[in-house]
């Protein structure tokens, strides 16, 4: 198994509504190595932090698992959608996504700034300066320790 890190900001799609919806298609990934990672790494049953993004606070309010392999993202395709993606070609999709299902929301939101007062995470990928990816890897040791300060 492995664990993730999903960003969503939460005015567009968070974590209530994906408790209330239960599994959801995460798509709009228009970044290439966040597409690589749920093409090619992610497989059924990994972890993830769900990440609001460009919040109040800003920080990890859940886990999620990934419900699906991988699959085109159909948003691409779609003149009238937000995500389209004219040089995308249905037989040779740019785009693709994984469906999230819900686990759990946390009590609390852990915040980006606890996140950064602990020495033990200062090598996760999040909190490297200049990230900006949507969609990234988390270790195992990472994982385990955000888990610990809920």
Do not use: C
Not at 119 to 140: A, D, T
């Amino acid at each position: 198994m492995q664990y993730w890190l999903m960003k969503s900001e939460p005015d567009v799609f968070g974590i209530d509504d994906l408790a209330r919806v239960r599994r959801e298609p995460w798509d709009g990934i228009r970044n290439y190595q966040a597409r690589n990672f749920m093409r090619d790494q992610m497989q059924i049953g990994d972890r993830v932090f769900f990440y609001h993004s460009n919040a109040e606070p800003i920080g990890i309010a859940g886990i999620m698992r990934i419900a699906s392999a991988p699959y085109p993202d159909r948003t691409a395709f779609d003149p009238e959608a937000k995500y389209y993606d004219p040089k995308s070609d249905p037989d040779n999709p740019r785009w693709h996504l994984v469906d999230v299902e819900f686990e759990r929301k946390f009590r609390r939101i852990i915040t980006l700034a606890e996140l950064r007062e602990h020495p033990e995470l200062e090598e996760m990928q999040l909190l490297r300066k200049g990230n900006r990816l949507s969609i990234m890897p988390v270790e195992p040791a990472h994982w385990d320790f955000i888990l610990g300060l809920e």
